[in-house]
T-cell receptor, first 113, second 114 residues
Framework: GDSVTQMEGPVTLSEEAFLTINCTYTATGYPSLFWYVQYPGEGLQLLLKATKADDKGSNKGFEATYRKETTSFHLEKGSVQVSDSAVYFCALSEQNAGNMLTFGGGTRLMVKP | DGGITQSPKYLFRKEGQNVTLSCEQNLNHDAMYWYRQDPGQGLRLIYYSQIVNDFQKGDIAEGYSVSREKKESFPLTVTSAQKNPTAFYLC?????????????FGQGTRLTVV
């Protein structure tokens, strides 16, 4: 079955540091890939997505590139802010799995001033 | 404003009680979903519905029940058969699944057994 593995947190960074959160996946077909963000006490919000190999999703300074050869979708940001502190979830969706989302375990990011 | 609303935000249940979590959306979405989130873990699918009057079990449906009598509403009942119900519950909706359309999540309900 499908699965998503992401680095365990928490990840603690100083403001303006470079962020990478690793995500790798296993899928039977050709999935779409997503990053969702969850701020404290809230639901999930879509951060970015990519639907085919070599696509780059980007939003709010965050980027992730769909790498089919390494089955990866790592999240990056060049300069994090305190307001980026949240839990980040990598996820995939496959048409032959009813378009359901399979989530990774989440990575908590804490940014210190 | 369109959106998806869960209530209540916090819910306390005594052992052996059934409780119902509300989820309402005014986005005219066909599909609705319930997820459970445990600390340090990803989201696990409980139930989903792709059309009114139809729903399917997800990965962890045991001890839960749902109904989909209206397009806008997808309530989740946590029954006494659910042995470990303390968790954060998230409802989501989308027009046609998650693949090519954005899904919207509610703010969540935190259920605690006392």
């Amino acid at each position: 079955g499908d699965s998503v593995t992401q680095m365990e947190g928490p990840v603690t960074l100083s403001e303006e540091a470079f962020l990478t959160i690793n995500c790798t996946y296993t899928a039977t077909g050709y999935p779409s890939l997503f990053w969702y963000v969850q701020y404290p006490g809230e639901g999930l919000q879509l951060l970015l997505k990519a639907t085919k190999a070599d696509d780059k999703g980007s939003n709010k300074g965050f980027e992730a590139t769909y790498r089919k050869e390494t089955t990866s979708f790592h999240l990056e940001k060049g300069s994090v802010q305190v307001s980026d502190s949240a839990v980040y979830f990598c996820a995939l969706s496959e048409q032959n799995a009813g378009n359901m989302l399979t989530f990774g375990g989440g990575t908590r990011l804490m940014v210190k001033p | 404003d369109g959106g998806i609303t869960q209530s209540p935000k916090y819910l306390f249940r005594k052992e052996g009680q059934n409780v119902t979590l509300s989820c309402e959306q005014n986005l005219n979405h066909d599909a609705m979903y319930w997820y459970r989130q445990d600390p340090g873990q990803g989201l696990r699918l409980i139930y989903y519905s792709q059309i009114v009057n139809d729903f399917q079990k997800g990965d962890i449906a045991e001890g839960y029940s749902v109904s989909r009598e209206k397009k806008e509403s997808f309530p989740l009942t946590v029954t006494s058969a659910q042995k470990n119900p303390t968790a954060f519950y998230l409802c989501a909706s989308s027009s046609r699944g998650f693949l090519n359309t954005e899904a919207f999540f509610g703010q969540g309900t935190r259920l605690t057994v006392v």
